[in-house]
């Protein structure tokens, strides 16, 4: 598959971001292969803070640049129990061998069948190009979406947000 | 906007005057081949702004995708407490095809290093304070990539060719 990550859009980025799903509302529940034997349910880790990061494509150079910097944040993410997923339309084979090649200790799930089903369900699918846009949420442990952030695709937007975002959840995971 | 935190302090490898008005700060990953590539350009930079800009170098190692670095950053680490550590930076870049141990002796002994600290370190560990400190705000200053720089504590976004420009920027 040829996803690149500048394809063009019919979508501004201006109105992508009305459609991607505000903080406040409740995460929509996810079930995803994780690896081609397993799946993984959002359901499962409810309780702990969770940080989904969508991106176009694994294999391509930005990609590897954002995922490579949470995985290195991952202590920081685990100082707030927070799970960690990556999620693109790539298949979980793809996955598998982009996880091993560049090393990354947390799951990349497969949003292929039925294809950016997931990231149609957050507002983070991008048509014209058939993959995800880029675009991270923390959601709080009684899995409500907490923090949201759409990128550009040519940006790699970085952990900080996320960060300060998972400071800012209620210690008691209550939801206000 | 991502914007450095911490920001500089006593603990950071700074090279140039304390009061210069331009602070250039790169997070960097000794086995990163963009980082070896952005040398010679900042280089240049620091030649043409002189005593008008301070340069400040953070570690930020991709350990999964890159086994040497954090073992490179280590001895350069060392040498920060003789005040050599901007030779072993270079070092460590120039050399970059051959980052080992062995590299890492090499530039020890070059460097005039006590090597019975060197093997201690080797032994017990390596101060990794520092490195630690260092991977620990790359993220939260919004590090998107290696090398990641920031002009006034600014993100700079598209690497080291988009820096002559935020240089130019700041000096206005």
Sequence with gaps: MEATCDQGSDLTEDSAVEHVLDAGVDAPDLTLRATPDQSLSLREVRGCPVVLVFYPADWSAICSDELSIFSAALPLLRKHDAVLLGISVDSAWSHQAFAQEHGLHFDLLSDFESKGAVSRAYGGYDPAAGTSRRALFVIDRDSKIAWRELSPVALNPGADGVLEALDALPADGGAG | MSLLEPPVGDGDRVLGPAA?????????????????????????????????????????????????????????????????????????????????????????????????????????????????????????????????????????????????????????
């Excluded at chain 2, 350069?76 to 062995?102: G, K, N, T």
């Excluded at chain 2, 200053?141 to 130019?168: C, E, K, M, Y």
């Design chain 2, 20 to 172: 210069a008005p331009i602070t250039l700060v790169e997070y960097g990953d000794f086995q990163c081949p963009y980082c070896r590539e952005a040398e010679p350009v900042l280089e240049e930079l620091l030649a043409e702004y002189g005593d008008g800009i301070r340069f400040v170098f953070r570690n930020f190692p991709l350990e999964d995708a890159h086994p040497q670095a954090l073992p490179a950053a280590e001895p350069a680490e060392l040498a920060s407490r003789y005040d050599r550590f901007w030779e072993a930076h270079d070092l460590l870049f120039e050399y970059q095809d051959e980052l080992s141990p062995e590299l890492y002796a090499r530039i020890c002994e070059s460097l005039g290093l006590p090597l019975r600290e060197f093997d201690a370190a080797v032994r017990n560990g390596f101060d990794r304070d520092r490195i630690e400190a260092d991977l620990e705000s790359g993220p939260r200053s919004g590090v998107n990539g290696t090398p990641t720089f920031f002009v006034n504590g600014a993100r700079v976004d598209g690497g080291i060719r988009a820096v002559p420009q935020a240089l130019a920027f700041a000096a206005e």
